[in-house]
């Protein structure tokens, strides 16, 4: 679990490093489409499953991303920035991150983040 947290911190910051943070933190916010399907497929428990509602949900999201980052790729230029593809690889490892972890630790009582941090 720490390659993955460091891998994704580390594509964030490189996608800072080199896309606007607003565009950065638009396509990060993907990760819920991310952890929807390796949540459907690796599930940790019955709060796992895959619901209409849960797809309805993480659809309106992805849509309000696109619109968004369609526009700001009309107003900027027309090529895909770096930053954006860095931040999408951060957004699926950050999203691998959270499912593998919750099947590792299924209760927050059960773990002492200070040290799994440290």
Known sequence: LCF??????YSYGIALSDTEAGVV???SSTSGLFTLILAAIFPAGESDRFTL???CSV???VVGVVLVSIEDLTLESSALPVGVLWSLVGAVVYAMYM???RRKVP??????FT???G
Do not use: A
């Not at 993955?4 to 911190?9: K, M, P, V």
């Not at 209760?107 to 002492?112: A, G, L, V, Y």
């Open 59 to 61: 659809l309106i999201m």
């Open 25 to 27: 933190n638009m396509v």
């Open 115 to 117: 040290m799994f941090f």
């Open 53 to 55: 509602s849960k797809l």
């Open 4 to 9: 993955q947290w460091f891998l994704g911190n």
């Open 107 to 112: 209760s927050e009582d059960r773990m002492d």
């Open 99 to 101: 499912v593998f972890l």
